[in-house]
């Protein structure tokens, strides 16, 4: 069982055109599944790991979770996207008999990657979760799917199909993401090939740098300009209060509930801001200063003009025109749509087999001549 979820998976953003950090958010108040002393019957797998591993996230990077997720619910969002990565093609495997499902073993692994301590993220494989999901494929043997394979083997599809059991990836080759990569090695978004992550006080992000390890944020990047931040213990993150200064490119950020409000362009000036009642004033902010569901309408050419309010009003809803905003990483669309730019309208996330422009329009995050399809499974 692969885990799938890391910082990397979500994107760097820029504020204007000196802020930036890569983020996330929403409230990290759930609970996951618990302890499972009993077995986990395969159908229930997607949304037990989802639970997990969003639990993992929330309490190893509160401040990425309490951002990104501020929109979309990490559960729902997470069991989708594993639905549709190919689990389909896992239970077929095991109904097949080409893999062999140990259902008390899946408890196990549930429970341990919630219990994953914060630095040792990028540790692969787990070993708790070998058992659950056993493969046969030695190395080198042909093999569809990672699970096919013997323990501690990944299915090498890059060249062709079907693929081959192999070793998870050192550093210097190709990879897709971070699961082809050596423990404690992460996929570069600019290389696409495995590297350490950086450490405390290393130069990250920003489209030219490696994401930070595990417990660790990169604070001032931008990708916009290339720019690269430094990474920086979360534990070291301020959170501000309502009416204090934020600044994102030194690591102040505001505390829950609230938002980083522009409040003075020249310069610029931020300050923490709480969310109005719904259709009440609002400012430009990091994260949106208005509601859940909806968004600040201040375009921008009114924010070059000083014009720094205005009132929010619901996210534009699949199928109409992309709100127009000055911040890039704000929302242009509802829960679960994006922004097509060809269109400039909304688009609800795409099932298998739908039309797609782009790996963000899918549910799977792959996109395949036009179509959304499994990413790491022969097609």
């Known amino acids: 069982m692969k885990t799938r979820l890391s910082f990397a998976s979500f994107a760097s953003f820029a504020l204007l055109s000196v802020l930036a950090l890569a983020a996330c958010g929403g409230s990290s108040d ?138 998870y990836r050192a550093a210097g080759l190709e990879c897709r993401n971070n699961d082809d990569c050596a423990s404690g090695l992460v996929c570069s978004d600019v290389t696409k090939r495995c590297v350490e992550p950086r450490a405390e006080g290393e130069s990250c992000g920003g489209g030219v740098d490696p994401e930070c390890d595990g417990g660790l944020m990169c604070v001032g990047d931008d990708r916009n300009q290339m720019r690269a931040g430094t990474c920086m213990p979360l534990d070291q993150i301020e959170r501000a209060e309502a009416n204090e200064p934020c600044d994102l490119t030194t690591g102040v950020l505001c505390g829950t509930g609230l938002s980083c409000v522009v409040v003075d362009i020249a310069g610029p000036a931020f300050a923490c801001k709480p969310s109005p009642a719904s259709g009440g004033s609002c400012g430009i902010g990091f994260p949106e200063n208005c509601p859940r569901g909806e968004y600040c309408p201040v375009t921008a050419a009114e924010l ?27 929302p242009n669309c509802e829960a679960y749509s994006r922004c097509e730019p060809s269109t400039g309208n909304c688009l609800g996330l795409r099932d298998l087999g739908e039309s797609c422009t782009a790996d963000t329009f899918c549910y799977s995050q792959h996109c395949v001549n036009g179509g959304c399809a499994i990413e790491r499974a022969c097609q």
């Open 30 to 167: 759930f609970t996951s599944g618990g302890s499972h002393d009993d077995s986990i019957s395969i159908e229930k797998v997607p949304a037990e790991f989802a639970a997990a591993e969003c639990q993992l996230f929330a309490r190893c990077a509160t401040v990425y979770y309490d951002i990104l997720f501020s929109l979309e619910d990490c559960e729902t969002l997470l069991e989708e996207q594993v639905r549709q990565g190919g689990f389909a093609e896992l239970e077929q495997a095991v109904k097949d008999g080409r893999i062999d499902y140990d259902s008390k073993a899946a408890g196990g692994c549930i429970d341990a990657i919630g219990d994953v301590e914060c630095p040792d993220i990028h540790a692969r494989p787990l070993e708790a979760c070998e058992g659950a999901f056993i493969g046969s494929v030695a190395s080198g043997g042909e093999c569809d799917i990672d699970e096919e394979c013997e323990a501690g083997f990944i299915c090498d599809t890059n060249a062709m199909c079907p693929g081959t059991c192999a070793p």
């Open 304 to 330: 070059l003009t000083n014009t720094l309010t205005s009132n929010c009003a619901p996210l534009p809803a699949d199928g109409e025109p992309c709100a127009m905003r000055p911040i890039d990483f704000l």
